[in-house]
């Protein structure tokens, strides 16, 4: 195939980038680098399959191939980041989706959306199916997250039984893995970040909220099988190993031996989500997918990696 990714520069979508190259297919890789980094795609620069384009996907692009997929992974995705950028996040969900989904109706091609748990906010159901339709401020400092993703859900859905673009729409849980940026906000890379530089490790609230931590290759196989499958409707991906946040610090200390840093207790931030843990069994139903990587196993591979990282820094 040749597949389009917008936001392939990112953690998630590089690691997209990667597999499918790795797959055999032709990848270009649309990202305006305002949170994704080029070097997560570095060494893919030179491979004859692969072609990087800098542009925001909120501006029209017209694409000079014909392609198979598209892949519409383009946006801020940690707090830090879309509270920085709000306006922006706000445009990639819905300008970003549109022209997206222009490019996938122009070219007959499939076309996938990068959703996130966050549609369901602050649940009233728990653990989240595919059905909850949510519990969200959408005047709150969050809103200009969940909000985009919640319209560009819409969007997408419209294109469908309006246009009949053949779409997929994929839920993303809390994610972690190698290629986070230290300094992304989300719980695991702050935790490993300020552990490595020997600071407290900042717990919000008194951390008995919850959420659930797949690892990347995890997810990264559960999105190829949902690109593969004829299913229309959001899909759910996560690991549903649910853990409180002070225990997922604790796990973190844990893995630094002699280390100065204590946890740190700071007030919980606005609208910040209580619980989180996905319902999988449309996943593992549908698509054969359940998660194999132990939080144990992707922690240890996850700080590897950025020991190396901040060693070569």
Partial sequence: MRVLITGGAGFIGSHL?????????????????ITGKASNVARLQSHT???FIQHNISQALVPEEALDYVLHFASPASPPDYLKYPIQTLKVGSLGTLNALGIAKATRAKFLLASTSEVYGDPQVHPQPEHYWGHVNPVGPRGVYDEAKRFAEALTMAYHREHGLDTRIVRIFNTYGERMRLDDGRAVPNFIGQALRN????????????RSFCYIDDLIE????????????????GNPDERTILEIAQQVLACFKGTKSRVEFRPLPVDDPKQRRPDITLASTRLGWTPTVTLDEGLAKTIAWCRNETAGA
Avoid: K, W
């Avoid at 600071?199 to 919850?210: A, F, H, K, R």
């Fill in 17 to 33: 980038c990667d597999r499918l190259i790795a797959d055999g297919h032709e990848v270009i890789c649309v990202d305006n680098l």
């Fill in 49 to 51: 399959r692969f072609r």
């Fill in 199 to 210: 600071e407290p490790l900042t717990v919000y609230g008194d951390g008995s909220q919850t």
């Fill in 222 to 237: 559960g999105i190829l099988r949902l690109m593969d499958s004829d299913l229309h409707d959001p899909v759910n991906l």
